[in-house]
């Protein structure tokens, strides 16, 4: 009797230390595979002597907690802020062309002195009618062929006109010019383009803050450089002008294509009208040295803003 109890007993035994062997290799292969998960998941550091593993380095994620508005507002008002805000950062760097731009032109190429005339300008003056076809602009103010007293009383309905509905003004002046910048005019006299026309321009306040461009095609002396002027009377504040030649200097004028200033700034206008309209003159001096061309067109700047005019395409 004793001995069967010895004899289960022994198999009982057998049987214990067989299923330890069991869970003993089933803990080795689980830590075999636990170090080459490990070995294979491991993730190199800058320094290689602090390397680390994805479960011992990786944060534990949080649950996501759901975005809440305040009471009253919806997603579209968060979204309308949002655009508001880029709007007065854009405001903050670049000039607003969402409205139309109005654009006078003084063309002048006929004369009461017919010694005066200007053959060849008529191709400018459908030039600047080409280009601007393609921009959010008003009916062009086109004033040809003009005496000096219907300039100045022009300038002076400029200087008092509601520009509001506008988001610049664009002036071009194409004549015969001399020292000082002063403008002939088809009666013979003359008048003066900083103070009778960008003076009458920057003076009226419903220009204030919105960009005024003048453009000028007209010599400004006959190669020699005078100091004197007269002196500004209004603010010349977001204003600038591209001029045809250096003061003192002469501007050149082919007779049949037009002049070789006003050809190339309205073609770089256009082509260019993406980038701020300040490289331009960069871009005219270089054709002009490039095509040795005896001329050297200058900007005067005072814009406190980036103006890019293609913001006015149609």
């Not at 002009?288 to 200058?298: G, R, Y």
Request: hydrophobic share 30%; net charge negative.
């Amino acid at each position: 009797m004793k001995m069967g109890i010895s004899a289960s007993s022994n198999q009982a035994n057998k049987e214990e230390e067989t299923s330890e062997d069991e869970d003993n290799m089933f803990r080795s292969n689980e830590s075999l595979d636990s170090n080459r998960y490990q070995s294979n998941s491991r993730i190199a550091s800058d320094n290689a002597e602090h390397s680390y593993t994805v479960t011992d380095k990786l944060p534990k994620m949080k649950p996501l907690q759901p975005t809440l508005l305040p009471k009253g507002m919806t997603w579209d008002d968060v979204m309308r802020m949002e655009n508001e805000m880029e709007q007065a950062k854009r405001r903050e760097h670049f000039y607003d062309l969402s409205k139309d731009a109005y654009v006078i032109v003084f063309h002048n190429d006929e004369f009461d002195n017919s010694a005066c005339n200007r053959p060849g300008s008529a191709k400018d003056m459908e030039r600047i009618q080409q280009v601007l076809q393609h921009y959010r602009c008003d009916k062009l103010d086109i004033n040809e062929n003009k005496p000096e007293e219907y300039v100045q009383q022009k300038m002076t309905e400029i200087s008092q006109k509601d520009f509001t509905p506008y988001s610049c003004l664009i002036v071009f002046i194409m004549s015969h010019g001399s020292v000082n910048d002063t403008i002939l005019a088809s009666d013979g006299k003359w008048f003066y383009f900083q103070e009778d026309i960008v003076d009458k321009c920057t003076s009226n306040r419903t220009l204030d803050g919105k960009p005024k461009l003048f453009v000028l095609q007209a010599c400004r002396g006959n190669d020699r450089i005078v100091a004197d002027a007269r002196p500004p009377r209004s603010d010349k504040v977001d204003v600038i002008i591209f001029q045809s030649t250096y003061q003192g200097y002469v501007s050149l004028r082919d007779i049949e294509e037009g002049s070789f200033f006003m050809q190339s700034f309205l073609r770089l206008l256009h082509e260019k009208n993406q980038q701020s309209i300040i490289n331009i003159n960069t871009l005219l001096n270089r054709e002009f040295k490039e095509k040795k061309i005896a001329q050297v067109p200058t900007m005067t700047v005072t814009l406190r803003r980036d103006l890019i005019f293609g913001e006015l395409l149609r």
